[in-house]
């Protein structure tokens, strides 16, 4: 196979599912020996995070992209891309690929666009040219997200490929010992811990976890939640739990780097959110490790959960229904662990970082060939 040189574009600042799959992409590429830069704001998580990337196959430049339409932002880039020479510019968030999506007609280099989230798209002018006559391909991260993006006008079916976010199981491996985090927590051996890991905004349903929390509480109150994660909902989260009383039962740690080993911890991980999803990095990521899971039906989570073979689904925006589906696995540990072995089998053969990548340098060959 040829070597590529794959430059991911990504505006985002923070750090959630998106970010750590363009930087476990861009890993996992120079693992089997290709060449990978990155276009991020500078001192953006992003950033910092490829300042630990050694490898001489690597570069990462940053950028300011406050607005597609800045001048200076377009030709910094353009002037990038000539000195970087990529085979495909992967970008990943709305204001990079209107950016990249721009400079790589001046550049004649192919575009792939991600799309990470389930959030409808107005199939308008601009909106059409960013999906149908910028990209090459179009990657989304579940079949969900490919419904939304085959409804754009001009979108052609055939661009679309829908390749779920993988599970590195030499990081996610179920034989972790998950101590440390109860230890943390000065949690006695039987108490419960139920977990929700993700970016902290609106659309995460974290205001229907801490409603659902408290009803959990009523009839298990040594039961203990913890919030993994920061984002620009964070201190509203920490207000509302304060406010109903939950500074005991109820956690945020914040950002952590050691996630696999406060999942081992977890008797139950949550995902509660209500629109945006795609694949959600944590659903492989707890069937790795044996965590069973409560979800919501957003995005291609159902999919992934077998429609409830694999997991507990529950209604969106519904704290009664996810407090119960959080009591039916606390009440039930033998349904949870059933759950948890069909959820490792499917992730071990469907979810792992091989097929994820097999399938991502495929659609690069694709658009750089068509």
Not at 131 to 140: A, E, F, R, V
Not at 237 to 255: D, F, P, R, Y
Not at 294 to 319: D, F
Request: charged content about 20%.
């Amino acid at each position: 196979m040829k070597s590529l040189h794959i430059l991911h574009s990504e505006s985002a600042t923070g750090w959630g599912g998106q970010e750590i799959r363009v930087f476990q992409e861009s890993n996992l590429l120079l693992e089997r020996g290709h060449r990978v830069s990155i276009v991020c704001q500078p001192e953006s998580f992003m950033w910092n995070k490829c300042q630990s990337i050694t490898s001489p196959n690597f570069n990462c430049y940053p950028l300011p992209m406050k607005s597609p339409a800045n001048p200076f932002s377009f030709f910094r880039l353009l002037r990038i891309l000539k000195k970087a020479k990529p085979d495909v510019i992967h970008t990943h968030s709305s204001i990079d690929s209107w950016l990249a999506g721009a400079v790589s007609k001046f550049a004649g280099i192919p575009v792939v666009r991600s799309r990470h989230i389930s959030i409808p798209i107005k199939s308008i002018f601009p909106n059409n040219w960013l999906y149908s006559w910028i990209p090459k391909k179009i990657i989304t991260s579940g079949e969900a997200i490919s419904n939304v993006v085959n409804g754009v006008s001009g979108v052609k079916a055939e661009n679309v490929k829908s390749v779920a976010a993988g599970v590195d199981f030499r990081r996610f491996d179920f034989n972790i010992n998950g101590e440390a985090i109860r230890k943390e927590l000065k949690l006695k051996p039987d108490q419960p811990l139920i977990g929700k890991i993700g970016v902290i905004r609106g659309w995460k349903g974290y205001d229907y976890l801490l409603e659902a929390a408290s009803l959990v509480l009523k009839k298990y109150p040594d039961a203990r939640f913890i919030f993994v994660g920061r984002g620009p909902g964070f201190e509203q989260t920490q207000s509302i739990a304060n406010s109903l009383g939950l500074e005991k039962a109820v956690t945020l740690l914040g950002h952590r780097e050691d996630i696999p080993e406060i999942m081992a911890g977890l008797d139950i991980q949550v995902l509660a959110s209500f629109a945006g999803e795609g694949t959600p990095q944590v659903i492989p990521q707890a069937f790795a490790m044996k965590t069973p899971v409560v979800a919501t039906r957003v995005g291609s989570v159902p999919e992934m959960l077998g429609q409830g073979e694999r997991g507990v689904l529950v209604e969106l925006k519904n704290s009664i229904d996810l407090s119960n589906g959080i009591i039916k696995l606390i009440e039930n540990p033998n349904i949870g662990k059933d759950f948890s072995e069909r959820a490792y089998g499917f992730c071990k053969k469907e979810l792992g970082i091989d097929r994820m990548m097999d399938e991502t340098i495929a659609t690069y060959e694709e658009a750089i060939n068509s």
